[in-house]
């Protein structure tokens, strides 16, 4: 074996995820597993997604020593080091890639990777399981995209790595070595409806502060409709799912491509339910008409804020109007939407907290999910509060989520503020209904009401 490909995401050990049950194969490795292949590479996966540390430990004794690349994102950190910790002690070279490692060179490198490859992994492995397989470090020096320590101790960062041109001319990603079919089992089992992924494009080219960037940076480089078409057919007779997330940044960021691909998949009579992510400004009701056409079921928007202030503030480059647009568009061509929310942006005040929940009571989505924003480094939004960020805890044990803002608001502020906005957007739903139960609009509203006072009581709380 050249190399072997693995993630740091262990389902069954994560109590949250377990009770979500949604689990989708990692495309990236698959990806690169697939590119290396075609040029003759022996690349393997150990998809840790339904499997435990002691058979990758099993398997990493097994041996014999190879190359062992690892995905780190910011979730998986503290796995990925511990990953790096057993492949090393074991004799194995290690590599870390994905969209976390750019961003903590020094750290991952001090864990024990051998090699940070910063960006996309397919040409880059190309030239660099070779090299490494031949011992000379003066070859990782001639490749671009990669770090490393030099023989003196110093770290090495070669040239960015040129993005792949042509990605129709890449080769699927690897399904065949996993287990796929568990995957859409899974889903089945849990929701009904057996599930599969694919990506149509990659990159997303507009610049929310607070988005990571790190593996395609702005670019927007798209798959030629028939290609997606072709690998949507396959995954059908393949997998027979009953629905397809197409895990793109922005599902519906070119219109012209959409209407093509549309064309694509009415003729091949591929009419799959699917949801995808988009924005509410790439969203009119011809393309909103269209997604219904070919079987979306669901489009997920970041709505971010109802604050017009904050959503400048974060250069989202969307309006409040334009998200209660897309979402009455999608409700009247009979598709759910679902909407993130982001608490504690810099400078987001009271009158924010009350313009969002406003917003969500006024567009009501179907579904809509909040997080208290966190820095991820590399970010612009990082850059901005970087000599106010703090962490608790060591590096290798915690993730960018965990990072505390000093002179933010508490979290428990932000719990309140949760609180009012679930209790009135409830409240809002249960009022128009004609046979509403008093004793339950009365709870709602005593919890409004503390949700107020507790949102002004901690107010003057900071974060850390
Ligand atoms: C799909 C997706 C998910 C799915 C994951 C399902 C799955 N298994 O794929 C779900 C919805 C579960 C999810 C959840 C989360 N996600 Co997510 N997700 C994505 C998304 C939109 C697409 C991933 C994808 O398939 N990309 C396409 C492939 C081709 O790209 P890639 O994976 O980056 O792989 C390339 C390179 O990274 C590199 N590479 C990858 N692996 C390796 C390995 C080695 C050894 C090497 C050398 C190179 C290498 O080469 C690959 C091919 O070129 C990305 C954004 C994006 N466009 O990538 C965000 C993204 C990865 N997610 C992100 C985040 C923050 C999260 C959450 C923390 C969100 C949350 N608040 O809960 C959680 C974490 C979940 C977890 N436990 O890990 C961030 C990660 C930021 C960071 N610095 O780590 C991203 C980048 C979005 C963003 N722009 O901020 N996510």
Redesign the pocket.
Known sequence: MDIL?T?G?FLYE?PK?LQIM????????L??CSHLRQKGLNAEVFDS?FSSRQQLWDLLKQGPPSIL????????RSTVVEILGVAKELGWQT??????PG?YVHEYLAAGADVV?I????L??EE?VPALHSHSIDKLHQIDGIAFKAQDGSVVRTKPREQ?RDIDAQPW?ARELIDMSRYVEVWREHHGMGSV?L?TA???PYHCRW??????GKTHRRRKPASVADELEWLINRYRPQMA?I???VFTIHHGWLFQYAAEIKKRGLKLPFEC?SRADRLNSRVVETLADIGCFRVWIGSESGSQRILDAMERGVTVEQVQTAVSLCRSAGIQTGMFLMWGYEGEELSDIEATVEHVKNTDPDIFFT?VAYP???TPYFSEVADRVENLKLWKESS??EFRIRSRHSRQFYKFADKLLRSEVELRRLGLKADADEAGLAALRSGIAEARAGLQATHSEAEA
């Open positions: 490909l993630h995401y994560d995820e949604k689990p989708y194969p990692p495309l990236g490795i990806y690169i997604t690349g690892i995905y780190a994102n910011l979730m998986t590599l870390v890639g994905g969209p976390e961003a490859v960006g996309e992994g397919e880059t492995l660099l792949i990603p992924s990506i990659r990159g997303c988005c990571s960037h790190e593996v395609f997330w895990a793109d940044d992510i997080t991820i480094k590399g960018d989520r």
